[in-house]
């Protein structure tokens, strides 16, 4: 008999997340055919191959044939297998070939078809002299007998490989969790736009608990592909447990070499113990991420689309350009090579991936490269019954970007359009031509490269024109909030995430009085996941004036919305959208600002602080001349400042220093309170600002507000996009500490659209305000202020 070897092994090293609930280790039968002498080789059938006496027996080609092989007896075994992986040693001289195959079945006159046995990379740690596969061949999971053939070719004469040993390690890795539950968002790298996917742990296939990783670490610089496996094998998981076994137990291994595995359909599973900066020594690749997919022909779509949000979440997370290229060590020389690369790429001995696959992996480099998400904006406050609505996005990029406009309608299902904006060029999206049936419907707009997204909203008696928001946050702060009078506010709270958080609100009002939303012996507000709430906030505090902080347990995107005036109706009253900022600080810089008639402009600074803070407010006019008023706020207070009491029919620019982090908006209300619009400053100034959309078409004014706060003077370039797609340009020159005001509709009267990006030499700091109508006519129709996005 071949001499067998079996043994009962335990897999299951596992690494990174905690399954639900740990399962019980999962055993693993094994057992070893070797085939090494004469005695082993004479039980076969050999044809044109003889047996040599060299190393108490090897095989190689008959003198004279050219090709030849050698098959061995159907071995019974005692215990069923699913799969088998070989090491074997050989020579095989230039011009020569050795093919191994293996099969399997229930019994020895039940045998299945022949599976290749392919070299890899990977080496025996006991025997690295020797050829091995790279992973297992799957075999029906009722096996009970193995069969092996070699196959001698040479179109040398006389010339043969050579054949020392094989040594077959089969496995039955049954026992196990039947199925792989508990599925868990990718963990590694900083935090990304790209929403990590979600991976079955090792414990959820493998069994058993996590094990620290307590190795070195590397920083992936690329990603290989692999292939492994066969197309047939419909329930991975007994597979994983094999290759562990192989890689770990034959082989020798540490672990793995693979971090990730992709099932054929679609499930991605954790491998190597550390995850991503788990060096793996053993493989070409240098600091790569290996990326195992399950099969041996053309991936099906399931696993080519997991294996896309993979690569795209894995090279943002670690800065990897998924087209790009870098330098690879192989064989002692630095050569460049892909980013993700095939495995053969960088081990040209190693028999994988698939040409299928190879020939995939331009298109599939182009798809990983589209699916990261460069840029992400939010929008919580969004209502197409009552309101005209757009979006719309700015490229101000070299490459074309494909952008996503993801509509969240309550009730309903999403609705999603997506369009390709060119470098430098502006897309829009009317919601209000898709739906107009519901008043909730936040918004989302995603992008492969970094875009500027804006919001317009009308409804007739007033209008918001505001850049989205860019970060969730687990704390909001807004220093403007009213109950007073006809003024009515609205907190929209919007849930990015798949899960619900809780949140409680902090009202901060003048005199220092505090009330806090739910209590604190009561259950927080509950925001349902991907879901909009709103908060009335007359219903909590009427007759107030308030600031707000905003607590969740979880990052939300919040807006407040506030209507006003006579009626205090959508369709009679002025209205006014702001997102809260999610930092505290201790500059605050407002471009606009004006008290000559018809405005009313006032400061709100809400101090959450439990000590006071010292604010100084320093007024900028167009000449460079300034004013500063100083002021103290109470710990947990609020100070208003009637702006038009300390610089009476003035325009200006604000800048508000204080000892403690605050919260600063500026409010403005014009036509006897009818209209009005409010918003926070800007943190620093910045050296490039830009605006995605504008109008001047109709009535519409639009002016672009700069303020120069640095003590140098400032040279200013606007660039403008016409709605014809057409460019044109202004600039000007402002003194140090100066304010200006650019009239756009005087120099491009009748855009429906037009976008503006700004420039300075200086650090400035640029708003822009659009009327409907003059201000001061009857005939106003409200407007909004917002600054622009900076550069970061």
């Keep these: 008999m071949h001499r067998l070897v079996v043994a009962a092994l335990m897999i299951g090293i596992a690494i990174g997340f905690a399954p639900p609930r740990a399962a019980a280790q999962a055993p693993v039968q094994s057992g070893r055919i070797v085939f090494s002498t004469q005695a082993d080789w004479q039980r076969g059938t050999r044809t044109d191959v003889q047996i040599i006496t060299n190393a108490d027996g090897e095989l190689r080609l008959e003198r004279g044939a050219s090709r030849g092989t050698f098959v061995s007896e159907p071995i019974s075994l005692t215990t069923t297998l699913n799969a088998a992986g ?3 040693h050989a020579d095989v001289p230039p011009g020569t070939a050795l ?21 890899g990379e990977l080496r025996a740690r006991s025997t690295p002299d020797a050829f091995a596969t790279e992973g297992v061949r799957p075999l029906p999971p009722d096996t009970r007998a193995l069969q092996f053939r070699a196959t001698f070719s040479s179109t040398v004469p006389n010339a043969s490989p050579v054949l020392s040993d094989v040594s077959v390690s089969y496995f039955d890795t049954s026992a196990g969790p039947p199925r792989a539950i508990g599925a868990v968002p990718a963990i590694g790298g900083p935090a990304t736009l790209t929403v990590p996917p979600r991976i079955f742990p090792r414990p959820s296939w493998a069994g058993g608990n996590p094990r620290a990783y307590r190795g070195s670490r ?9 292939q492994v496996g066969a197309d047939a094998p419909d329930d991975p998981l007994p597979f994983l447990r094999a290759l562990a076994a192989f890689h770990e137990q034959t082989l020798g291994l540490s672990d793995t070499v693979y971090h990730y595995i992709i099932g054929r359909d679609g499930a991605i599973f954790e491998g190597r113990s550390g995850g991503p900066t788990a060096p793996v020594a053993e493989l070409s690749g240098g600091a790569a991420v290996h990326i195992a997919l399950i099969g041996e022909g053309a991936p099906p779509a399931a696993q080519l689309d997991a294996l896309r949000s993979l690569l795209a979440w894995l090279c943002e997370a670690y800065r990897i350009e998924p087209t790009g290229q870098r330098v690879i060590t192989l064989n002692g020389s630095n050569v460049v090579g892909p980013t993700i690369a095939a495995h053969s790429d960088l081990a040209p001995s190693a028999g994988d991936p698939s040409n299928a696959l190879r020939d995939a992996l331009p298109q599939i480099r182009q798809s990983a490269s589209a699916a990261i998400v460069r840029s992400r904006w939010f929008f919580a406050e969004g209502n197409p019954r009552d ?3 757009r979006l ?8 074309p970007a494909n952008v996503r406009f993801i509509i969240v309608r309550q009730p309903g299902v999403e609705v999603i359009r997506e369009t390709t904006v060119a470098p430098g060029a502006r897309a829009s999206l009317v919601i209000n031509q898709i739906f107009n049936d519901t ?3 936040p918004a989302i707009i995603e992008a ?3 875009i500027i997204a804006e919001r317009f909203m009308n409804f007739g008696a007033d209008l918001s024109v505001q850049p989205g928001i860019t970060r969730p946050s687990r704390v909001w702060y807004f220093a403007e909030g009213s109950t007073e009078g006809d003024k009515r506010t609205f907190l929209v709270l919007f849930n990015p995430q798949s899960e619900p958080v809780g949140v409680r609100v902090l009202l901060i009002t003048n005199d220092g009085t505090t009330f806090v939303y739910p209590p604190f012996d009561s259950e927080p507000v509950t925001l349902l996941p991907q879901q909009r709430t709103v908060i009335v906030m007359g219903d909590l505090l009427p007759n107030a004036s308030f600031g707000m902080r905003v607590t969740a347990s979880q990052p939300i995107i919040a807006e407040r919305t506030m209507i006003f005036g006579p009626g205090s109706t959508l369709t009679s009253g002025g209205m006014h959208i702001s997102p809260g900022v999610t930092e505290l600080s201790r500059e605050w810089y407002f471009a606009e600002g004006t008290t000559a008639p018809p405005f009313q402009m006032s400061l709100l600074i809400v101090n959450p602080n439990g000590d006071r803070a010292n604010v100084t407010v320093r007024f900028l006019t167009p000449d460079g001349t300034s004013l500063a008023r100083r002021y103290a706020i109470p710990p947990l207070a609020r100070l208003s400042i009637d702006v038009n009491e300390v610089v009476p029919e003035l325009g200006v620019a604000t800048t508000i220093v204080s000892d403690r982090p605050v919260a600063a908006e500026r409010a403005l209300y014009w036509r006897n309170g009818a209209a009005g619009t409010a918003g926070p400053g800007v943190m620093a100034p910045a050296y490039t600002w830009r605006f995605a959309d504008g109008r001047t078409s109709g009535d519409y004014q639009q002016y672009l507000l700069i303020s120069n706060p640095s003590r140098s003077q400032a040279r200013i370039e606007v660039a403008f ?11 000007v020159v402002m003194p140090a500490g100066s304010r200006y005001t650019m009239a756009v509709h005087e120099l491009f009267p009748d855009q429906t659209t037009i976008s503006a990006t700004v420039r300075a030499t200086q650090p400035v700091v640029v708003e822009r305000s659009i009327y409907a109508g003059p201000p001061a006519a009857a005939s106003n129709r409200g407007g909004e202020t917002s600054p622009g996005v900076p550069d970061d």
Aim: hydrophobic share 35%.
């Design 218 to 226: 590397l920083t992936p610089q690329g990603i290989v592909i692999h």
């Design 387 to 389: 309101y005209e609505e």
């Design 86 to 88: 070989v090491v074997w």
């Design 392 to 399: 719309a996005v700015l490229n101000p990029g070299s490459t």
């Design 721 to 731: 996009i016409l709605a014809d797609g057409s460019r044109a340009s202004r600039s």
């Design 99 to 119: 093919t191994l195959e293996i099969r399997g079945g229930p019994a020895p006159d039940q045998l299945g078809p022949w599976q290749p046995i392919t070299p």
């Design 439 to 441: 008043p909730d419907a």
């Design 448 to 450: 492969n490269a970094p």
